[in-house]
C-alpha cells in the first residue's frame, strides 16, 4: 500500500513538474513570438489606421473591419502572421484595397484605431485621403525600366497621373532612338492601395507597397524639407544635442577653411 501511494505521489509531482516546465516553455516562445510581431514594421493596416504603436493599443482586435470589408482584403494575424494577434493586416499581392467609397472598414472600427477623421475632406468621405502605405518601384526588375513596353501599374492606379504616372525618357543605348517610358510615384498622392502590385507582372512584384513612414523616410530627423511648412516647424522644435556630430579635424574648422584645405581631405 505504500509503495502505491509512493509511486502515485511520484507520479502527481512529475506532472507538475512537467507542467511547470511546458507552461515556462510556452511562455518563452509566446513571448519570442510578440517580440518578433512587434519588430515588424512591414505591416500595412486599413485605411484610416493611427500609428502603430497607437493602433496596437486601441484595436481591441474584434474583426469588425474584417467583416465590412466586401473584397475579402484585411485578414486578422494569426499566430504564424508575424503580426500582432488578432489584428487587421492586408497583403496587397494576395488582394489590394479596392478603394470603396463608404470605407466600410473604418466606418465600422467602434474604437478610433481606424480613425475615418483622417479619411475626409471638406467633412465628406473620400478614400484617397488613405494613408495604408507608398507604391516603391524596384528599377532592377521593372521590365518599363529595361526599355520594354508596360504601363500596367499606371492603368490600373485608381488616381492615374496623379499617384503615378508614366514619364518618357531618352534610351542611354547608342543604338537606340526610342524613348523609354517609365512609371514614376508620387508618395505624396499615393494611398497605397496596392492594385498596382496586384497587377504588376513580373514573377515578384516590381512595384510594391511598404507602410509610408518607411517609404517616405519620415523617420529620419537629420534633413529637413524647407519648403514644406510642416517640416520648418520641426526644424523650430529641433534641439541643439539632436545634431551634434563627432569631433574630427574636419568639423573644427570654418567652412572656408575646409574648402581652401584640399590636403586636409586626406587625413580625415
Not at 489584428?87 to 489590394?96: G, K, L, S, V, Y
Request: charged share 25%; hydrophobic share 35%.
Amino acid at each position: 500500500m505504500d509503495k502505491l501511494y509512493k509511486n502515485e505521489r511520484r507520479d502527481f509531482f512529475s506532472k507538475v513538474v512537467k507542467g511547470i516546465g511546458y507552461s515556462l516553455f510556452g511562455g518563452m516562445v509566446w513571448s519570442a513570438y510578440i517580440e518578433k510581431s512587434k519588430a515588424n514594421t512591414l505591416i500595412l493596416r486599413p485605411p484610416g489606421a493611427i500609428k502603430e504603436e497607437e493602433f496596437i493599443s486601441k484595436c481591441i482586435k474584434c474583426g469588425l473591419c474584417v467583416e465590412a470589408c466586401p473584397f475579402n482584403t484585411l485578414q486578422l494575424a494569426n499566430i504564424s502572421d508575424g503580426v500582432p494577434l488578432g489584428t487587421p493586416f492586408m497583403i496587397p499581392r494576395e488582394i489590394p484595397c479596392y478603394m470603396c467609397l463608404d470605407i466600410p472598414c473604418a466606418n465600422n472600427c467602434p474604437t478610433e484605431a481606424l480613425d475615418i477623421t483622417k479619411l475626409k475632406k471638406n467633412n465628406k468621405l473620400d478614400i484617397n485621403k488613405a494613408t495604408i502605405g507608398t507604391a516603391i518601384i524596384n528599377q532592377d526588375t521593372c521590365i518599363a525600366f529595361w526599355g520594354l513596353q508596360c504601363t500596367i501599374c499606371v492603368k490600373h492606379c485608381p488616381i492615374a497621373n496623379e499617384a503615378i504616372k508614366v514619364v518618357y525618357e531618352k534610351s542611354k543605348k547608342k543604338d537606340s532612338y526610342h524613348a523609354i517610358a517609365k512609371p514614376l510615384v508620387n508618395s505624396e498622392a499615393c494611398t497605397g492601395c496596392g492594385l498596382c502590385e496586384k497587377a504588376c507582372p513580373t514573377e515578384v512584384a516590381s512595384i510594391y507597397i511598404l507602410p509610408r513612414e518607411i517609404a517616405t523616410a519620415k523617420n529620419s530627423k537629420h534633413y529637413i524639407k524647407s519648403w514644406k511648412e510642416e517640416d520648418e516647424q520641426r526644424l523650430k522644435n529641433i534641439k541643439k544635442n539632436d545634431f551634434t556630430l563627432p569631433k574630427t579635424k574636419r568639423n573644427e574648422k570654418s567652412l572656408l577653411d575646409n574648402v581652401n584645405d584640399v590636403e586636409g581631405i586626406l587625413d580625415d
